[in-house]
């Protein structure tokens, strides 16, 4: 019986191993930081998100939210931190309060920046990452227009 256990040791060793060397490679990300500014004033706290507006088939694409540091700067995570994002095309929206939200009181946000800048379809934000470019890629944002409209 002996023998039979030394004979399936080298199996039972190799086994683990080599399903940790076939798990998939996650999928490539280009690497994304900026500033968030309003009004040519960068903004103390908030988030920025990039929303995926077009899929390549066969690529995994997701959406990705981060906050702003109290320099308005951001540094773009999708699988682990700093790693950025999946190569595209993106609507940006960014969502900043002089006063957030608060379920007993619903309705009565102060927006420091535009609502609009929260909206996908209105914010007028675009992006496109491109895995040829050089990185870590700059990409600024300097929202302009009246507080809270």
């Known amino acids: 019986m ?3 256990v030394y004979r399936l040791l080298p199996s039972l060793i ?12 996650p999928p490539k990300t280009v690497k994304v930081k900026g500033i968030v500014s309003f009004n040519g004033e960068k903004l103390t706290s908030g988030t920025i998100s990039f929303v995926p507006t077009t899929i390549t088939p066969g ?6 939210t981060v906050e702003l540091d109290n320099g308005g700067n951001y540094n ?3 699988f682990n931190a700093g790693d950025g994002v999946s190569p595209g095309q993106y ?25 609009k ?8 934000l675009r992006a496109e990452i491109r895995a040829e470019d050089p990185q870590p890629i700059e ?3 300097d929202l302009v227009g009246e507080k809270n409209k």
Do not use: K, M
């Open 76 to 78: 773009l995570s999708t």
């Open 91 to 115: 609507s940006v929206t960014v969502v900043s309060y002089d006063r957030p939200p608060d379920p007993a009181t619903p309705g009565q946000e102060v927006w420091s920046i535009p609502r």
């Open 139 to 141: 990409l600024d944002f």
């Open 59 to 64: 690529e995994a694409i997701h959406p990705v």
């Open 14 to 25: 190799a086994f683990p191993l080599l399903a940790i060397g076939c798990a998939p490679a």
């Open 2 to 4: 002996r023998y039979h």
């Open 117 to 124: 800048y929260g909206n996908p379809q209105a914010s007028g």
